[in-house]
């Protein structure tokens, strides 16, 4: 084991049973800054070591990434990967091989990019999240093997990395300890990103050596291209759920809604996260009382993965992510829908609003638009009637990356909450300078070993703080309660385990939940609150 | 001669492969889109806002900003704005260096509008008028500043790499390398040109470049032409043509956010970009269609 603080990029390779151990985390804000309010770590059983790749710093993200049983398994995924690399710089990956060279070739190692990222900052700058340094390691492996100036100069070029399945299988890990938030990139005085590298790494090891975390590939793209949702929800079994909520908005708010499904030339077809029916049914539920009381034109898809907005295939596999994104607009396009509107998910905001922005042209493209704009117009245009009273609570916004700081979408949910909260208070920093809540690009439902973990205590961590900044006022009183509003499914799954790790809603009544609950809780028609908490 | 020959061939070689890097990364393909934002050249580019904060923004009319893009564009080449707000103290270096390397550009090219100026007969001095004094004083000031400037700032970022800990550790012999040639190139123009400090030799040289009239030479000056030569045919082929990239990455990536629209221009490109067919395809069997053998 290395010290961190001497890590070099070109100690990949090594033999140690695990390169660095994580001891040093930021010190977390008040009341965490006590002794005893943090789970400590746990070691990583001695099983995992043996079967995956535990050696980076004892977690293990990739659950599909095993240790090879002979000296030919090893050769053979080492040959592989590089054959993958290869491909990165060919026609095969024509989709971001601009923006991938610019960013491969030009780092001036100027280190600026350090102190963005809300991991190196958790870990108190451990070396090995440095955002520079898996780009390190991926060029010094890179001009080994493929350029002439490394095989030539070796060393003098930076071609001075050993490859071997300790390397590799260590890169592809070091992958997931990425958000790709792209919040680095903002600093970057080239314009160039760290995360477009990792998300390479991720696409070689998927696209090439068929090596993904389950939780994304085969329980998350393949699962949704087979039965239409990532869940596992069947158009059947969405016809049930929807009954039921039709039944628990009638029995707990005592309104009649019928969601309006498969409605043929609708003005707007409502995409969810189909997590959300599983997860916070009370999100879709939201949607609809306020869509119904607003009087839209709407409609939910019932068809193939019309009803599920995800697409995880964008953190790890383009091939997987152009399927699913074309099956969506499909969808729509058979629906005969004006528009589509995102609900509250932030990479399927990302994934169909830009990502898949030039994968079709013509009358396949259904035009894309996220939720937050329309919301804060019927709020503006008075179509619903709210009394802010109701939500008279210390609230704080979290800003989905994808959303915010990929897309722009900055003030329609401020000026929502503006209206709506009365005691709205912002994060430091926010909006398009937001840190990551700490389970982007798939961390929130990768769960495989300990890799919750790494989530909870590293990855997230930064967000918790900001949390805990923004309610320092009222955090170590139980009253009034504390709500923070992420309108985003993954953000919210992650914002759910670490209140729930750090024991945050049982000691402090910390809430979250997305933008939609607050604005029905708010309105006036609404006879008892929407929130359980409030109860 | 044969110095004006290698003269005239370092800025052809910088300007011609500089111009094929850039072409280059030109033709490339069409590529996802992947902007980050701020974008400046949108209306709420101030805080960070986009077209997509509008309700049916696809059917509105889009409202670009252009001189917000060049504006930006230009804090970033002139002033490095992204470092100075970024990293401050990396910036007084870095900000040394290129801006004494604008100087030294200036420089080169006032000591060539001097030297044809004597070419066609004209004087260049404190007292021949005001054209003669203009180019004289500027020359002098560009070329004293730039050389001090280029020098101090290539020299204290070989350096800093050297003894900063987290630097070293990411720095390759050749970034070394990089560094040691444009202080190599400064200091030895430095030795050229110390007892020459309005720069009335350099001119006089310049102009026997340009006109290839044959002149007596030191071997300190050959050594830094040569130096030169190797500097300006080396920059582009090697990460130094960051000026190259940055172009790029900013227009081409960070700020680029043309929607696909029915009857756009991008419209077409996308249609021509998917119609491509690539030569190399991935192995995964999901993607190859082929059952992974083991199961």
Known sequence: ?535 | MSLSILAYLAIILFLGLSAYKAYKYAKMPLHGRMELYPVPKEQGHEYGGSYFEEVEWWNKERKVNHMAELIDMLKEMLFIKKLFDNQRPLWWLSYALHLGIYLLIAWTVLLIVGGLTLLAGGQVSPSSGIWGALIFYLTAFTGLSGLVLATFGSAMLFLRRIFDDTLRKYTTPQEYFNLALLYCATVSGIFVWINDLTFSTAREITANLISFTPFEVSGLLIAHIVILFIMFTYIPLSKMSHYVGKYFSFHKVLWENEPNLRGSAMEKKVEQALARRSTNSWSAPHISGQAPAEE
């Open chain 1, 1 to 535: 084991m290395i010290n961190q603080k001497d890590l070099r990029p070109k100690d990949l390779g090594r033999s140690d049973e695990q390169l660095i151990k994580l001891e040093s985390l930021m010190e977390l804000k008040a009341p965490y800054d006590a002794e005893g309010m943090e789970p400590p770590f746990t070691e990583p059983k001695q099983a995992w070591r043996e079967k995956y790749c535990a050696s980076l710093d004892g977690y293990v993200g990739i659950d599909k990434l095993t240790r090879p049983q002979s000296k030919e398994e090893e050769d053979e995924f080492v040959r592989k990967f590089l054959r993958g690399l290869e491909k990165v710089f060919t026609d095969a990956n024509s989709g971001v091989l601009q923006p991938f060279l610019l960013s491969f070739e030009y780092c001036a190692k100027c280190n600026t990019c350090s102190d963005a990222c809300h991991i190196f900052k958790a870990t108190n700058s451990n070396e090995l999240y440095r955002p520079i340094f898996r780009s390190e390691v991926l060029r010094k492996i890179v001009k080994k093997h493929f350029t002439k100036s490394g095989k030539l100069l070796g060393s003098f070029v930076g071609a001075d990395i050993d490859v071997n399945w300790e390397t590799i299988a260590r890169l592809g890990e070091l992958a997931y300890r990425c958000n790709l938030c792209r919040r680095c990139a903002q600093t970057c005085p080239l314009g160039l990103d760290n995360s477009l590298l990792a998300k390479e790494i991720r696409k070689v090891f998927s696209q090439e050596m068929g090596i993904a975390p389950s939780p994304l590939h085969e329980k998350g793209t393949v699962n949704q291209l087979k039965t239409g949702s990532s869940t596992g929800i069947t158009k059947p079994v969405l016809l049930d759920t929807l009954e039921f909520l039709e039944e628990d908005i009638e029995e707990l708010y005592g309104l009649k809604i019928k969601f309006p499904v498969d409605k043929k030339g609708a003005d707007i077809l409502l995409t969810h996260n189909a997590g959300e029916y599983m997860a916070w049914p009370e999100n879709p539920i939201a949607f609809a009382i306020l869509f119904e009381e607003a009087g839209l034109n709407w409609t939910l898809s019932s068809e193939m993965i019309g009803y599920d907005n995800v697409n995880y295939g964008i953190w790890y596999d383009d091939a997987q992510a152009k399927k699913i994104a074309l099956q969506q607009m499909k969808a729509a396009k058979d629906l005969g829908v004006r528009r589509i509107i995102i609900g509250e998910c932030g990479h399927a905001h990302k994934a169909a609003a830009v990502v898949a922005d030039r994968m079709a042209y013509g009358e396949d493209k259904i035009p894309v638009e996220s939720c937050l704009p329309l919301l804060w117009d019927l709020v503006k245009s008075k179509a619903l009637k709210f009394d802010p009273s109701k939500n008279n609570f210390p609230v704080t916004l979290h800003d989905p990356c994808n959303v915010v700081r990929q897309m722009g979408i900055v003030q329609p949910q401020r000026r929502i909450l503006k209206e709506i909260c009365p005691d709205f208070r912002e994060m430091t920093p926010h909006g398009v300078d937001n840190y990551c809540c700490g389970g982007g690009s798939g961390f929130a439902i990768m769960n495989s070993m300990n890799f919750a973990e790494f989530r909870n205590k590293i990855s997230a961590r930064t967000k918790f703080d900001q949390i805990l900044g923004a309610f320092q006022d009222t955090i170590e009183q139980v009253e009034p309660p504390k709500y923070v509003c992420a309108p985003c499914s993954n953000c919210k799954g992650t914002i759910r385990d670490i209140l729930e790790y750090y024991q945050a809603t049982e000691k402090f009544n910390v809430h979250y939940g997305g933008l939609v609950e607050l604005m029905v809780n708010a309105l006036v028609s609404m006879k008892k609150p929407f929130f359980e908490f409030l109860e």
